[in-house]
């Protein structure tokens, strides 16, 4: 019998706000991810790319990890990034997340060496796993290659599926490729196949996917969750359809200058609090101009509810 696709739905790659000193905003992050399970999200996929997290120390991480449990969100509805470079601090990481009961864990590869084997892959995860070595675990590989530099191969999922049945048990495609989220699809069943990228949540769903981890949630959550949990509803095809819509819209807009600065600023819009604009360096805030642009745009802005 073959296990339930895990994880599936709409998680949101959570913002996360800072404080004058550039620190994260903890009760501030606490909000946000309860704002985000109100709008729908299934989950929150904290601290990825979105997120900044490879701003963070781990001591932020970790505190970032338990504003959200303390703000009343479920342990099973986060999925928190606990992969950075080095094998060692990935393991304290992930301990640290099912030390207070979250059990899944997005990880990219280890990032800063460019064109290793896929063994070495292999190997690094393996060792991470290993490391941890608690039979809770549940693993969503992270696929960025235009960030990390390191794609992660067929081949890799296919040996570290073999090597640690049940464990790992999906992927974040956020390669912008439909066509190879699809080829995951046809190549591994029961394997979670997440969009990285808002507009192809629905078609991959139609090919068998397991729904999104997308950046975009953090303002179209509704929307969203509505093509999710409808797209193969005939009888509702329009409303898809004009729900699909808003969020290529929304998409786009936030795409128009720098997307973690733009959704930054759509959300201080939203909010009313301009503490929202506020990133760690190198990252950058837009500048007035760009604001004044993005926030000019024709679109309506979504409103808090």
């Known amino acids: 019998m073959t296990d339930p696709v895990f994880p599936r739905g709409v998680f949101c790659a959570a913002l996360t706000p800072l404080d004058r000193d550039l620190n994260p905003n903890y009760a501030a992050f606490s909000a946000h991810c309860r704002y985000l399970i109100e709008e729908g999200c299934t989950g929150v996929a904290l601290l990825g790319t979105t997120g900044e997290a490879n701003s963070f120390s781990a001591d ?57 084997s896929e063994d070495g892959l292999v190997a690094a995860y393996s060792r991470i796993i290993e490391g941890v070595g608690d039979d809770r675990l549940r693993v969503v590989l992270y696929h960025i290659p235009q960030m990390s ?11 570290l ?22 080829a995951l699809v046809e190549r591994f069943p029961g394997f979670a196949v997440l969009a990285g990228a808002d507009p192809l949540m629905l078609p991959l769903l139609e090919k068998g996917g397991a729904g999104a981890i997308t950046a975009t949630t953090n303002l179209c959550a509704r929307d969203l969750r509505f093509v999710f949990d409808h797209h193969a509803d005939l009888g509702k095809a329009d409303a898809v359809a004009a729900a699909q819509s808003r969020v290529v819209a929304t998409r786009e807009r936030a795409s128009r200058f ?48």
């Open 149 to 159: 530099g390191v794609p992660i191969p067929h081949g890799v999922i296919a040996a």
């Open 60 to 116: 932020e991480r970790m505190r970032l990890l338990e504003a959200a449990l303390a703000g009343g969100v479920a342990p099973s509805r986060l999925m928190p990034g606990t992969g950075v470079a080095a094998i060692p601090e990935t393991v304290a990481l992930t301990r640290h997340a099912l030390s207070v009961g979250v059990t899944t864990v997005v990880l990219p590869p280890p990032f800063y060496y460019k064109g290793v």
């Open 258 to 305: 720098a997307q973690m600065a733009s959704l930054k600023a759509l959300t201080a819009a939203r909010t009313g609090d301009a503490n929202w604009h506020r990133l760690r360096p190198p990252l950058m805030a837009l500048t007035e101009a760009e604001r004044a642009a993005l926030l000019g745009a024709d679109e309506a802005l979504p409103r808090a509810s």
């Open 161 to 182: 599926r073999e090597r640690f049945p049940g464990l790992v048990t999906g992927i974040k495609d956020s390669s912008g490729d439909l066509a190879h989220m699809t």
